[in-house]
């Protein structure tokens, strides 16, 4: 029995796209002799479907992929994952299912049972989990077939489910088990992976093939690192990350065990190629081309320019260097310089005549008031402006290059530095953006080193730091790190040893700034917890502010 | 045995706001001579009290409210709605309950076992659903405690769920039903919340008391209208819309039906009131006082001026007029004219010279290109732009006037007429803002005739008119009812008898805008499908488009 897993780059709608995909696949798992070839969890739709699923239209295309699958399937089993229909008028209308197609036509399908609810995912917004367990014949083998979350019950200290499909399964005595997954990456992920699977071997002795997706839909990325566990507990292989790859395997060697491919798992790595995915991605995926984005001398839209001219190739991306009457000569000098070692085509713009029109217009209303955060922003937006506006023109998308740090202190302008198409480093807190610096230079100096080293402004005002109105972001970081991923409240925060009144001002910054939030561009999301669709507060709230 | 039911106006996680209020209400009821007062679903968190659930800190705040209300459940039982710890180690770490407090402790705790997660409804995110049954006792009574949803799954042709929380516990023969809820507003909600409680006492025979929330949290607007039910079938009473309201009722008088309290469920009404309510408590729980909005002399700003008028008073409502090089007399005398009926501060402010700014600016970068989009939303966002400096200097709140159909579309600015920091009418297609500007002036003109006859245009080139752009309003916005709060697709809507080609023109238009919807403020819910947290679209996806 030879069973090829595909780890392909879905596209979320696009039914055409992902089915002549997995043909083609089909094709190469044949010619690499494999009995079985095994797609991802709703491969056929893309992950996460979100609301279309609520389109029957989308539900009957969705179908239709599944029979040009069937007929496909001769001489080879295809298992994909795709939306099956309820039956049983109570209960959602859907069931997130695995379908396992043989000799032309569907042979069965198994639902998932755990449906995970929590973060990004909505699972029980849409389906109605298993109840039944059956193992599938093929071949004369027994095949447990599980999807995703199904797998991910076993060896919790707090498990979210009450239920362990492969307990269910296991009486019937399956060979292997295969789970098609669409597991989203945060930088912890890979080495999670192999925990579970690990549990999973160790307490049911059986090899399993754990095939993931690659690519990112907007926000959520998949790195790929589709696994085959040997029944003693070893890695027998994982597959690359954020790149498509079919790989055939032979059951009875894979039971031998004994063999360990692995591969590295260094954060800032892993963190770098799925942000460089991500905004591939996002492009590819809108069908668009050429990026935009404002170089401020600063560190962190020098990150996003390196990102963006990694995904994009140095012809696609443009930048506007747009100083002002209180922008440092450093910063233009260090703007031109990352643009000229990036080889994109840059422009400055001086935004002061612009920002002196302004100031006219309003000098009636703004009479005998002192200069504030109002004439601060009126900067920003300038220069969101000027970036839309050559948008807006020329097609480039705007990339915004807020950071989490920011982002959750509310220390950022909507419409002015917060505006753009997708936020590609919002994920990353300002410690986090200085090591992916570090790490972008470690083959030679792309970013100068002067962005890395001088301290953080945003020049609105003149000797205007970070400094000036936020804490060091060693300590900031800390305390967000603490309150966002780890869900810490004030008291256990000041006994980790954080100053009492710093917690307070923080935590009051970032529940107030929630409004913020609510508008800004899908953040590629890289940890465990980014703002955006996995993390929902009530702008009204009235807790800790 | 009497009953209060206490319509309440709840704060999410203003934990001594809400205490002191119910602890007031529970004084009023005990004047009333009540032996019960019964409070909404999460009365004590406020509703949706979203991802701070998993905060533990946020759950001790909680079971600190519940405790003090259990002290001060003397002489009277308390029936509250707050999160309750799951203690068993496996599933969801909260049920979602109600307290039964009585003689100063915690009687009972009855979960919540229909955890709607649709829409707008997140619940099996958090909570665990009920698996067990038990009615209360008290003071001879049996008392069916329920919540919310609950009472939802009789008599729908698609139950959404496998069990029917008062079908298990009728054996033990309650003498009345109460459910708490937090039933979110929208225009047909009032009559569906009659009919579903009609099915529930047609087929148990018992009274029931549904006590719902009032006022609005961020989008979600609740109207209260809460009921009490006699077994023959009839509203024994149902309480106002839009305002808190303490009552109380002798079970006998309700146990002897015939009574009839009903009131008129006119469309417009709800909405206007439920807009108002929805702005006024977007302020006052944000503790802000002052809005701005511009006006340009069309209809949606001039809609929303009225109901921010209405909402915080003239004295907190200020107006900028902001006329173009493009802009026709009418429109500024028709802002004007509006601004004086409401009694507003206005200013006129010409945006032409700064828009010469940005020409000069941007000619070398622009030259050989002819006016497009590009220049449009540059006089959009000029205009985003003053509005949100005033705000910043003043601390008045923008208010964003686009509405349901341009939103769809995207017939709009981003950061230009898209910004603001509340979507007051953008669940409202046009044709309904057309609806409610004449329900403004029935009592006499408010809104200027001319701004409600002439047709609309965004007036940012010579001539413009939307009709130019779009299709007919009454078209397009057929179109769009069916396929937003209808999730008809292509086929259904050219059964309909909707043109092939315009139907695909519009889907395409509604998908390709999810990038733009993404952004926007939080909008008041008004249909049964509003933008924003209850339709969720994956921006990347390829179907339709």
Known sequence: MKIAIAQLNYHIGNFEGNLQKMLNA??????????????????????????????????????????????????????????????????????????????????QVVHKTLLPTYDIFDEYRYFEPASEFKVVDYKGSKIALTVCEDIWNVGNENPLYKICPLDELMPQNPDFVLNLSASPFSFTHAENRIHVLKANVERYGKPMFYVNHVGAQTEIIFD??????????????????????????????????????????????????????????????????????????????????????????????????????????????????????????????????????????????????????????????????????????????????????????????????MAGGLSVIADLYKTEVFELSRYMNKEGEVIPENIITKPPSAELRPDQFDSDSLPDYDILDGVLYQYIEKRQGPKELIAMGYDEKLVHRILKMVNRNEFKRAQVAPILRVSSKAFGMGRRIPIVGKYLN
């Open 26 to 107: 089909t094709t190469t798992a044949k010619e690499q002799g494999a009995d079985i070839v095994v797609f991802g969890e709703l491969a056929v739709t893309g992950y996460p479907p979100q609301d279309f699923l609520e389109f029957d239209d989308f539900i009957q295309r969705s179908e239709a992929v599944v029979n040009s699958l069937a007929k496909a399937a001769t001489d080879i089993a295809i298992v994909v994952g795709a939306p099956c229909r309820n039956p049983v008028v109570e209960g959602k209308d859907l069931y997130n299912s695995a379908y396992f197609l043989a000799e032309g036509t569907i042979q």
């Open 224 to 417: 790929g690192g589709s696994l085959v566990m040997s029944p003693d507990g070893t890695v027998h292989d994982e597959l690359p990350y954020f790149e498509e790859c079919i790989r055939t395997y032979a059951l009875e060697s894979v039971q031998k065990g004994g063999v360990k491919h692995v591969q590295p798992k260094e954060k800032m790595t892993l963190i770098h190629d799925a942000l460089v995915t991500g905004v591939r991605d996002y492009f590819g995926k809108l069908g668009l081309k050429k990026a935009i984005l404002g170089l401020s001398g600063g560190i962190d839209s020098a990150v996003v320019a390196v990102l963006a001219q990694r995904a994009l190739g140095a012809e696609n991306v443009r930048v506007l260097l747009m100083p002002s009457q209180f922008s440092s000569d450093h910063s233009i000098n260090d703007a031109r310089e990352l643009a000229e070692n990036l080889n994109v085509q840059y422009d400055l713009i001086q935004i002061e005549d612009v920002y002196k029109s302004y100031e006219s217009l309003l000098q009636p209303h703004f009479a005998g008031t002192s200069f504030n955060v109002a004439e601060e922003n009126i900067q920003a937006r300038i220069r969101g402006m000027l970036l839309m506006a050559m948008s807006n023109k020329f097609g480039h998308i705007l990339l915004n290059t807020s950071n989490k740090s920011e982002a959750a202190v509310g220390y950022g302008t909507l419409y002015g530095d």
